[in-house]
């Protein structure tokens, strides 16, 4: 990967970033009361500092600018604005927005075209987008949520943002049963039956009622097979309701992509995000 330094970071966020697919996973409403954290380069060492919040957008673009951030993140909003003499935990948590996070390293296990957190194929990427079509259709189906925004995270997965006002007040012990209901323990676990039906339908595209036809060890090994595809979730991104998340729109430091938003889930794939190099005309 060529050189992602400063300057070009500093262009970027003061000529090309702009807040729209920021404000499709959040609400402009309460913006001075979000926590974002960031990831800058202080004598040749990156620093994390969180706890900041901004008044305006504009206030939040020239921050980036000006300090020509390596990765931007994105947290929940706060009774009082959050400020660095501050911790979140002595303010009062308002809301976060529901986020699944898929990631393909979570499969390294059962994926033979190579490992690696650098290593993305199109014979591997399907895995990230069979858990975004199940993922998709349970929370509609079986949880009632309606608005669900995918982002690409600008290395190798998804991040599906639920931003039905009625998920941004969840609990963690909410959050964590729909995380565990859509990606079990222990796969071996006995599934609902209607979600049984979803993975067989979406993953097999056949009725479970023409797979019990099949021979016992057939469908024992079909079933084997499948389980092992079902969504892999960062159940602590979903369930942790002060958790930071990659801005969208912003550049993934490790690969120079944007953190896009994704209209499509099943026909995306990570070279369609352009690179930090390519939006700014760099050669």
Request: net charge neutral.
């Amino acid at each position: 990967m060529r050189e992602l330094t400063r300057e070009l970071l500093t262009e970027f966020y003061s000529r090309k970033f702009n807040f729209e697919p920021l404000f499709k996973v959040i609400s402009p409403r309460k913006f001075a009361n979000r926590e974002f954290g960031f990831v800058m380069e202080e004598n040749g060492e990156d620093r994390f500092i969180r706890n900041i919040s901004f008044s305006t957008p504009r206030e939040l673009r020239n921050y980036m600018a000006e300090n020509g951030v390596k990765a931007a993140y994105i947290g929940a909003i706060y009774e009082l604005p959050p400020t660095p003499g501050t911790s979140i935990t002595k303010l009062k948590w308002i809301g976060r927005e529901l986020v699944f996070d898929i990631d393909l390293t979570d499969y390294d296990d059962i994926r033979t075209c190579g490992t690696g957190k650098d290593h993305v194929c199109h014979k591997c990427w399907p895995l990230v987008v069979d858990a975004a079509m199940i993922i998709e259709e349970v929370l509609r189906e079986d949880f009632g949520l309606e608005k669900i925004v995918w982002v690409f995270s600008g290395r190798r997965g998804y991040h599906a943002w639920v931003i039905d006002e009625v998920a941004k007040y969840f609990e963690e012990e909410t959050r964590d049963a729909i995380a565990s209901y859509l990606s079990p323990d222990n796969p071996d676990e006995l599934i609902p039956i209607s979600y049984q039906r979803k993975i067989i339908r979406l993953l097999l595209k056949k009725d479970l009622t023409l797979l019990i036809r099949q021979d016992k060890k057939v469908i024992k090994k079909i079933w084997s097979e499948l389980l092992k595809r079902l969504p892999r979730i960062d159940k602590k991104v979903t369930m942790d309701t002060v958790r930071l998340l990659r801005m969208p729109g912003t550049v993934h430091p490790a690969t120079g992509k944007i953190a896009v938003i994704v209209e499509d889930p099943q026909s995306f794939y990570p070279d369609d995000a352009p690179t930090i190099w390519e939006v700014l005309g760099v050669s």
